[in-house]
């Protein structure tokens, strides 16, 4: 078996998707974050509680308000087939944390996005795929 080591070459659909809801997320902009999204769609920010629908979108809008958190992510694999497409994703955030402090996560996401009309959404929203870290 050999290892590919070329960039991931997404769809340009995707890339713009990407690129808006990391532009909103810094710009902790609730509500064009949560537009990245299906009505549907699930979010496992703490393993064991998955969020959907209001509940999903409450937790964003608090996130981003309380954590003002700001994200860098790289695409490392993608998978496309027909409307839907698996993603793994490198990322790494700063967050204020509890104390006041700035404090820097990274972790491996692993996304779902369906498309939806002419535009791509996450369907799943798990950004703990492996033990992520944090450190201070």
Not at 20 to 49: L, M, P, R
Not at 77 to 89: I, K, P, S
Request: with cysteine; proline share 4%; net charge negative.
């Amino acid at each position: 078996m050999t290892e590919n080591t070329a960039p991931v070459e997404l769809p340009s659909e995707i890339e713009e998707h990407l690129d808006h809801y990391v532009a909103a997320f810094n710009a902790g902009d609730a509500d064009a974050v949560n537009s990245c999204y299906t009505e549907d769609a699930v979010g496992v920010w703490e393993i064991g509680n998955p969020l959907n629908g209001e509940a999903r979108r409450a937790f964003l809008k608090e996130f981003l308000a309380e954590r003002k958190p700001t994200i860098d992510a790289d695409v490392r694999e993608a998978y496309v087939a027909g409307d839907t497409t698996f993603l793994v994703v490198d990322w790494t955030m700063q967050i204020t944390g509890e104390d006041g402090g700035r404090e820097h996560l990274r972790g491996v996401g692993l996304d779902v996005l369906r498309r939806v009309g002419d535009q791509w959404l996450y369907a799943v929203d798990l950004p703990f795929g492996e033990e992520h870290t944090s450190t201070r």
